[in-house]
């Protein structure tokens, strides 16, 4: 779960680390051009944005991207272009994008005949228009 990451992450920021200030800058620039690229469209922008957020958070607490989420992903099959975990990570959502329908299907399949825990499941999320809205099944 994500106890302690909050706390770890706003005491090094506090601490004034240069690491973990320009991480939070590049964060909030990364999060506002995520926010931009869906509302254009653009899927590339999207993908490498994610994938740099993830990266990012990790330098701001590296408890935040565990290696356990690494291997859940790695577990989903190939086709991933690009996961982080929501919020401080670790202890709620994951966001994983996949290029083709496909491998996202067999992903949520996958997840479904062994998930991680006994709640673990796949949320399918589209972009819209006024923001991200996520579906529960």
Known sequence: PARGIPETAVLRYL???P???AARER???G???MAVALR???AEAFVHRLDEYRQLKATVDPASVSDDLAELVASLGGGVEAWSPAGAGGGGFLYVVFREPAAARAAAARLARRPPNPL???FPFEPEGDGLRVAGL
């Open 15 to 17: 601490r004034g680390e």
């Open 31 to 33: 999060a506002e051009a």
């Open 120 to 122: 673990a499941r796949a």
């Open 27 to 29: 964060l909030v620039e």
């Open 40 to 42: 254009t469209g653009d």
């Open 19 to 21: 690491a973990v200030l």
